[in-house]
Every structure is written in structure tokens, then in C-alpha cells.
């Protein structure tokens, strides 16, 4: 078999590519390798690509995964280790991801790379692209351990077959950088982060959308460091870039405020948080009107602060405001409903207000038992928190039957988890 060079795949300049645009590079690998004995199914199986390719470039992704499920009827019958079959399954599995079908697409990937590591080597550029899809399933999923050493051997691949500043490598740093932050690892995730803000930098300008978006994630690992003051610093930086685009996305503008917000509530610098939070209020209002549950969200963070700065009435009109929303918006029942009840009532316990705190953790537990069933940690808080109130208000003995309750159902909890290691 002659092995040909894969060129990198294209990527529009602000904007990452699904997964089943990336995939398509394995099929110019295959359909153009010459000298191929014609198999059983061949021209089917081309047919079939050819119109998958078309439905994909057509942004007609349901009828894609028609084709390419065809296509797979077909290159079953090839041999069991042949690179068509292998290249198939990968670009299923990325029209299954950009679907969300995640459950369908990590079983075809897996299948897929076990093909084209044996036929085409692991350090091949179509190994890569199908691994960093995988990886990005992981991530996405919440599995940050796994998606990792991919996305490092990815890089490496990468790394040699187009140039530590290609775009490949720019996008490997970027989603490694990311995975290291939901890890917790800060000092990694500020160094990946901040090689790719040099490389977006130099490859698309100082002022691209794309290097805001970077100097935003940049700011969330230098927070979890707790460099708060480069936190900031980066946040206005990508503050000052959306500002000065043709068309400022006002909702982009307000998430960065309000998070710069959180930033400065971490440092303990509550006033300037308030004058933040403010800022992404007015662009909330402006733009998406103050009922919109976004704003709900904020006047929670709101009344927060103002719980933290002992402003307890002006938090208590805070959280009012954002549960009138929430009930409005999601209904009586939901969770985020549940969770302002909880800081009203926990608001008015600090108040001496048991008898306005009572039904509030009673609404609350109640919503958060349903949602989330007997056993779970925020029922377990929950329930002491309700308990704690009912013995304020003189109910000791329905008091010390919710602590009990709490406390067995923290042992099943505790039961429930596994053994850390070496234990």
C-alpha cells in the first residue's frame, strides 16, 4: 500500500470544525491510494462516500449518517483489518459526535483506531485526527483523565507532521489546556493556555476573536491558581478585543463582567465584584429584557455578594427577584428554584427568621428529593440545614429525626464511594 502525506486539515480562522468536517481528510487518503485489487462492494461503498461527502458539505448531517451507514453495510465486507473499513467507522463515528450521539460514536472511534493504528501506524495524521475527535468526546463527557494523554499524544503527531505553530497544534493546547483546568492542574493548564494565546497571536492577529476567547480561558486557570490580579488582567483583555469588533456581542460582553465578578468575590474584594456584576446587569437588561432566567442567575450572584458584605435585606430582594424568574421561566419545581429557596431560607435563619425559613428548606428538599432521588449530597446539606432551622424554631424533636436522617444517609453516601488508593 502506498502511503501518502495528509495534508493538514482546513480550519476557518475563529471557529473550531466539527468533527465530521475533520474526519473527511481520511477519505482523500483512501479513495486517491492507487493500485488497489478491486473488492467486493467497492463502487457501492465509494457511491455511498461520495454521497455522505455531499450531504456533509451540504451541512445535511442526517442524511450524511444515512449514507455513511450505508457505506459501513458495505465495508464490512472487506477484510477485517482493511483502512477503508477503518476510515469509515471514523467518519461516522464524527457525524455521530457532531449529532451528540456520543454513546453511538465512542464505541465506532475505538474500533476505528484499533484498524487504523495496525494499517496506517500510530503516528499517522489520520490516527491523530481520529484520536483528538475521541479525546474531544471525552471531555465533553466529564472524563478529563481520558481525554488527556490523547490529546498529548495527538499533539505530538501533530507536532511533527505540520509544525509546532500549525493550527493543529494551536487546537491540541487549547483543548488540553481546558482538560487540565476541569483537573484542577493550573500551573499546566496556564502554560498550555498561554502557548496558545502566543501562537492564535502571531497566526491570526492581536485583536481576533479567537485570541479573546483564549486570553477568557487563560483567565480561568490563572484564577484557579489564584493569581487573581492576572485573572483580571486577562479577562479586560479579552474584554477590550469584543469591545472593538464591528459588532460587539453584548451577552459576550456581560459574561466577561460577571465573571471578572466571581474573580474579585474569590479575592475577597466584594465592592469591586458589585460594580462588576452591575455592568453585566445593565447588558443583561438591555439586551435579553429582566426576566430573562441569565439575569435570575446574576441576581443570585448578586445577592451573594451582598449576603458576604452583611447587606442582608438587599440580598434578600436579590434572591427574591431571581426566584420570581426562575418560577416564571422553569417552572415551580426545578432545581435552580430549589437552590434560591435554600438561599432565601438560609438567609432568613441568619436573620432570626425561622418561621419565614421553615417552608422554604421544606419547598426546597422537597424539589431536591424529587429531581435527584433518597441519597445525594445536596439532600444530605439540605436536610441539616432544614433540621438546624427546626431546632432554632423550638422543633427538637422533628429537628433530631431530620439530623438522623442526614446522618444515615451520609453513611450510605460514604459507603457508595470507591476506596481512594493505597487505603
Given at each position: 500500500?502506498?502511503?501518502?502525506?495528509?495534508?493538514?486539515?482546513?480550519?476557518?480562522?475563529?471557529?473550531?470544525?466539527?468533527?465530521?468536517?475533520?474526519?473527511?481528510?481520511?477519505?482523500?487518503?483512501?479513495?486517491?491510494?492507487?493500485?488497489?485489487?478491486?473488492?467486493?462492494?467497492?463502487?457501492?461503498?465509494?457511491?455511498?462516500?461520495?454521497?455522505?461527502?455531499?450531504?456533509?458539505?451540504?451541512?445535511?448531517?442526517?442524511?450524511?449518517?444515512?449514507?455513511?451507514?450505508?457505506?459501513?453495510?458495505?465495508?464490512?465486507?472487506?477484510?477485517?483489518?482493511?483502512?477503508?473499513?477503518?476510515?469509515?467507522?471514523?467518519?461516522?463515528?464524527?457525524?455521530?459526535?457532531?449529532?451528540?450521539?456520543?454513546?453511538?460514536?465512542?464505541?465506532?472511534?475505538?474500533?476505528?483506531?484499533?484498524?487504523?493504528?495496525?494499517?496506517?501506524?500510530?503516528?499517522?495524521?489520520?490516527?491523530?485526527?481520529?484520536?483528538?475527535?475521541?479525546?474531544?468526546?471525552?471531555?465533553?463527557?466529564?472524563?478529563?483523565?481520558?481525554?488527556?494523554?490523547?490529546?498529548?499524544?495527538?499533539?505530538?503527531?501533530?507536532?511533527?507532521?505540520?509544525?509546532?505553530?500549525?493550527?493543529?497544534?494551536?487546537?491540541?493546547?487549547?483543548?488540553?489546556?481546558?482538560?487540565?483546568?476541569?483537573?484542577?492542574?493550573a500551573d499546566e493548564a496556564k502554560a498550555r493556555l498561554k502557548r496558545a494565546l502566543d501562537l492564535s497571536v502571531k497566526r491570526s492577529g492581536p485583536t481576533s476573536a479567537e485570541v479573546a476567547e483564549l486570553s477568557e480561558e487563560l483567565a480561568k486557570a490563572h484564577a484557579l491558581a489564584k493569581d487573581y490580579p492576572a485573572s483580571l488582567q486577562?479577562?479586560?483583555?479579552?474584554?477590550?478585543?469584543?469591545?472593538?469588533?464591528?459588532?460587539?456581542?453584548?451577552?459576550?460582553?456581560?459574561?466577561?463582567?460577571?465573571?471578572?465578578?466571581?474573580?474579585?468575590?474569590?479575592?475577597?474584594?466584594?465592592?469591586?465584584?458589585?460594580?462588576?456584576?452591575?455592568?453585566?446587569?445593565?447588558?443583561?437588561?438591555?439586551?435579553?429584557?429582566?426576566?430573562?432566567?441569565?439575569?435570575?442567575?446574576?441576581?443570585?450572584?448578586?445577592?451573594?455578594?451582598?449576603?458576604?458584605?452583611?447587606?442582608?435585606?438587599?440580598?434578600?430582594?436579590?434572591?427574591?427577584?431571581?426566584?420570581?424568574?426562575?418560577?416564571?421561566?422553569?417552572?415551580?419545581?426545578?432545581?435552580?428554584?430549589?437552590?434560591?429557596?435554600?438561599?432565601?431560607?438560609?438567609?432568613?435563619?441568619?436573620?432570626?427568621?425561622?418561621?419565614?425559613?421553615?417552608?422554604?428548606?421544606?419547598?426546597?428538599?422537597?424539589?431536591?428529593?424529587?429531581?435527584?432521588?433518597?441519597?445525594?449530597?445536596?439532600?444530605?446539606?439540605?436536610?441539616?440545614?432544614?433540621?438546624?432551622?427546626?431546632?432554632?424554631?423550638?422543633?427538637?424533636?422533628?429537628?433530631?429525626?431530620?439530623?438522623q436522617q442526614a446522618q444515615a444517609m451520609r453513611r450510605r453516601l460514604d459507603a457508595q464511594r470507591p476506596a481512594e488508593p493505597g487505603r
Amino acid at each position: 500500500m502506498v502511503t501518502r502525506p495528509t495534508p493538514e486539515p482546513a480550519y476557518g480562522r475563529y471557529r473550531r470544525p466539527a468533527p465530521a468536517v475533520i474526519a473527511l481528510a481520511a477519505f482523500a487518503l483512501v479513495l486517491l491510494v492507487p493500485g488497489r485489487p478491486a473488492s467486493a462492494g467497492e463502487e457501492e461503498w465509494k457511491g455511498y462516500i461520495q454521497a455522505g461527502a455531499q450531504a456533509i458539505q451540504d451541512r445535511n448531517m442526517d442524511e450524511a449518517k444515512r449514507q455513511f451507514t450505508l457505506a459501513l453495510t458495505e465495508a464490512e465486507k472487506f477484510p477485517p483489518n482493511d483502512v477503508r473499513l477503518g476510515a469509515t467507522l471514523s467518519q461516522l463515528a464524527a457525524i455521530h459526535a457532531t449529532l451528540r450521539e456520543v454513546d453511538r460514536a465512542e464505541p465506532m472511534y475505538l474500533r476505528a483506531l484499533e484498524i487504523l493504528r495496525a494499517t496506517r501506524g500510530p503516528t499517522d495524521p489520520t490516527v491523530a485526527n481520529a484520536e483528538f475527535n475521541l479525546a474531544q468526546i471525552y471531555a465533553g463527557t466529564g472524563r478529563f483523565a481520558d481525554a488527556l494523554p490523547l490529546y498529548d499524544r495527538v499533539m505530538a503527531v501533530y507536532t511533527s507532521a505540520y509544525g509546532e505553530e500549525s493550527e493543529s497544534v494551536l487546537r491540541c493546547l487549547r483543548s488540553s489546556g481546558l482538560c487540565l483546568v476541569r483537573l484542577g492542574r493550573a500551573d499546566e493548564a496556564k502554560a498550555r493556555l498561554k502557548r496558545a494565546l502566543d501562537l492564535s497571536v502571531k497566526r491570526s492577529g492581536p485583536t481576533s476573536a479567537e485570541v479573546a476567547e483564549l486570553s477568557e480561558e487563560l483567565a480561568k486557570a490563572h484564577a484557579l491558581a489564584k493569581d487573581y490580579p492576572a485573572s483580571l488582567q486577562s479577562y479586560m483583555r479579552a474584554i477590550m478585543i469584543v469591545e472593538r469588533q464591528a459588532q460587539p456581542d453584548p451577552m459576550v460582553l456581560a459574561r466577561l463582567y460577571a465573571a471578572m465578578g466571581i474573580v474579585n468575590i474569590e479575592a475577597g474584594n466584594l465592592d469591586d465584584a458589585l460594580v462588576l456584576y452591575g455592568q453585566a446587569q445593565e447588558l443583561i437588561k438591555a439586551t435579553m429584557g429582566d426576566q430573562h432566567i441569565t439575569h435570575a442567575r446574576l441576581l443570585k450572584a448578586i445577592g451573594a455578594a451582598r449576603e458576604a458584605k452583611g447587606e442582608l435585606e438587599l440580598a434578600q430582594q436579590s434572591y427574591a427577584q431571581a426566584l420570581a424568574i426562575e418560577e416564571k421561566t422553569l417552572g415551580q419545581d426545578h432545581l435552580d428554584v430549589g437552590s434560591t429557596l435554600s438561599a432565601l431560607a438560609d438567609l432568613d435563619v441568619a436573620r432570626e427568621q425561622y418561621q419565614q425559613a421553615l417552608p422554604r428548606f421544606e419547598r426546597a428538599l422537597a424539589i431536591a428529593q424529587a429531581k435527584l432521588g433518597p441519597d445525594h449530597e445536596l439532600i444530605v446539606v439540605l436536610t441539616t440545614s432544614y433540621a438546624r432551622a427546626l431546632d432554632e424554631a423550638g422543633q427538637k424533636a422533628k429537628s433530631d429525626e431530620l439530623l438522623q436522617q442526614a446522618q444515615a444517609m451520609r453513611r450510605r453516601l460514604d459507603a457508595q464511594r470507591p476506596a481512594e488508593p493505597g487505603r
